[in-house]
């Protein structure tokens, strides 16, 4: 398990590749990763609470890992200044099958966005202003409550 | 022990952080928010819709039920936009 946070940017094709590098057990690897998007603002910043952030996340990955049989994960998020087009988050899993993989990302994200402890303020030409919490992603994230993989579709 | 704030809350209380010695009737998360409520305007303000809040003690999530004895750590912060 690889979990970092940082404020510099990290390269998406070499953190994929270290999850598959010098073994050949591996035979998926999926990876999501999130983007700082345009439109109307000109920046955002994130803060995080150092020290839960990573245990938050760690703990989240320690869950995907008694899901799924997942032999690699890496969680890179980012915090600080970002603009537009700048690399926020990345997940990759690695599995032996691609459906190990694809789901334990998609737990992972939904928990990232409902439960670790990170917050985004935009620059809007309005004004500055703190981005509210999507009932959407408190909804992606409650569908994983009680549900094993031996019980998914 | 040692309160943290984040984003908006802490925008509002207007620091990040602060030891504070919570008096004895104050017995669980809940209790604290109360408590912190009636400290000043600028808590009064962070914690006006109290049900929004989160918790966090020794940084880990807690709901406002949960005792704060023995926490060394509390924090409180908006609902969590990451990812």
Partial sequence: MIVRLQREDFDIGAEIARLSQGRT?????????????????AAMTLEHYPGMAEAEIERHVAEAETRWPLLGVTVIHRYGRLVPGDNIVLVATASQHREAAFAAAEFLMDYLKTRAPFWKKEERAGGDGWVEARQSDAAAAERWSGRRPEAAE | MKLIYFAWVRERIGKPDEEVDVP???RTVGDLVAWLQGRGEEYAYAFENAAVIRAAIDRNHVKPDTAIAGAREIAFFPPMTGG
Avoid at chain 1, 25 to 33: I, K, L, M, P
Wanted: hydrophobic content about 45%.
């Fill in chain 2, 24 to 26: 004895a009737s104050v």
């Fill in chain 1, 25 to 41: 057990d591996v035979g998926a690897v999926a990876s999501f990763t999130g983007i700082c998007r345009g439109g109307d603002i």
